[in-house]
Structures are given as C-alpha cells and as structure tokens.
C-alpha cells in the first residue's frame, strides 16, 4: 500500500479543509460533488464515473460524505504517489499556482507577483529581469506569458530533468 508523505499530508489536508470552508458547507466532509471539485482543485483529470466509484470506495461508513481522513487514506489507492497520474496533477497544480487569474496563461505580472512573495529579499529590478528571463526562455509562440504546453515543458526540463540526473546519480553509486 502507498502512503503520502508529510508534506502530501499537508497539501492534501490544506486543499481538502479550504474546499469545504469555501465551497462546501464548512461540515469538515465533503459530498460527492464537492469531492469531484477537491480532486480537479488537486490537478486530477477523472471521468465522472471514476469519481463516483472513487467516492464511494472512500465512503469507509457509507454516510455518502467523505471525511478528511477517509480521503488521506485512500488518496494514494486512488493515484498512487509517483504515478503518471500524480506526476500531472503535480504539474498541472503548479500551473495553477502561478496562473491566479485562472485564464489559462501565466502572464509577467502574475509571474512577478508569485516570485515576489516567494523572493522578499529580491529587489524590484533584479525580479522584473528574472521574470523577463524566464518568458524570454520558456515562451515558445512569444506571446508574451506562459501557456501549459509550454509550462509542462519547462517544468519537465527543470524538474523531471533534475530527478532523472538524480536517479542516474544513484544508480552510478550503486554500480561503484
């Protein structure tokens, strides 16, 4: 059986608590509909049907409400951490983190923004060249932001890339 680690824990619980306070009913448990909404807000693509037998294989005491630790439980049944699965819901929730217009591009000032409140020390100069770096880099139709196609490449040449060099790394200790 797979198991979430902390910070899994962390995110998931923070998605799931948010959700019921601000779209649910604030009852600390979700229905099905607000349950379809907690797993796209996490980056999960699943058919209606397969929400609805994830729902209900969650459902442990088949009140037809999920529980905050009824979904910790059975989250890593439904996509097992490390899966293609869990590998896009990563990517497409970064996507979403830095889109906060939720229009589908990542813009320079949604850019600077995110990286602003992540950099507090950086200054306003320093940050609008590295923001102009990155679309410069990473824009590929040089629209000017960000689309997922090519947030999905740079975060797979960043990202992935960096894991693979890792696993290689450990696999040439191993081999010594």
């Not at 996490?42 to 037809?64: C, M, Y």
């Amino acid at each position: 059986m797979s198991h979430l680690s902390q910070q899994e824990k962390l995110l998931y619980s923070d998605f799931f608590l948010r959700l019921d306070a601000e779209q649910g009913d604030g009852d600390g448990a979700l229905n099905i509909a607000e349950f379809e909404k907690l797993l796209l807000a996490l980056g999960f693509r699943l058919s209606k049907e397969q929400v609805a037998a994830e729902f209900i294989k969650t459902d442990k005491d088949q009140n037809w409400k999920i529980t905050l630790d009824e979904f910790l439980v059975t989250l890593p049944n439904v996509v097992p951490p490390g899966s293609p699965q869990s590998i896009a819901a990563t990517i497409r929730r970064r996507f979403d983190e830095n889109d906060l217009n939720k229009d589908g591009y990542i813009t320079f000032d949604e850019l600077k923004q995110v990286l602003a409140d992540a950099n507090q020390g950086k200054d306003e100069e320093e940050l609008k060249s590295l923001v102009k770096d990155f679309i410069k880099n990473w824009d590929a139709d040089g629209d000017g932001k960000i689309n997922f196609e090519e947030f999905l490449e740079m975060f797979i040449e960043t990202e992935l890339g960096d894991e693979d060099e890792r696993m290689m790394d450990d696999d040439e200790e191993r081999g010594k």
